[in-house]
């Protein structure tokens, strides 16, 4: 993928085991998704890999013996930008911007947010799985273009479980 051309990134994070169908729908489109794990399932890669190719991390609850091959952090180099992704951003380790990093994706807390701190974006895509506390169902698209990133956080619609 060169400079120049827009790129979409769908991003998802803590599907515990249950993949949407509006999730899914919100995703199609996706040059590329990014699940900042607690994926819970390996069914969840097909579905993904079905629309685009899936970069994954390793979550706290993903302990069964296929998530051995999900790294704990992954850098992403698209469009231009670096992107540094892990589960838990208590547990970054290193200076983004000092490492070059354009955006930094987390998962974890299931609480959607997005914030640029000195040039960097950090990015939580919030909870796409079963619904937790009052939080909203809701993942995240970055569009990466022109060299730069960035965010916006979709809210799914209300869902039975």
Known sequence: ????????????????GLLRPEALEALRGSDQIIHAGDVGSPEIFDKLSAIAPVTAVRGNIDKAPWCRKLPDTEVLELGGVSIYVLHDLAQL?????????????????????????????????????????????????LTVEDGSVRGELLTLPPADH
């Open 93 to 141: 380790d290193l200076k983004p911007k000092a490492a070059g990093f354009a955006a930094v994706i987390s998962g974890h807390s299931h609480i959607p947010k997005q914030e640029t701190r000195d040039g960097v974006l950090y990015f939580n895509p919030g909870s796409a799985g079963a619904r937790r506390f009052k939080l909203p169902v809701s993942l995240g698209r």
């Open 1 to 16: 993928m060169k400079i120049g051309k827009t790129i979409l990134i769908g991003v998802i994070s803590d599907t515990h």
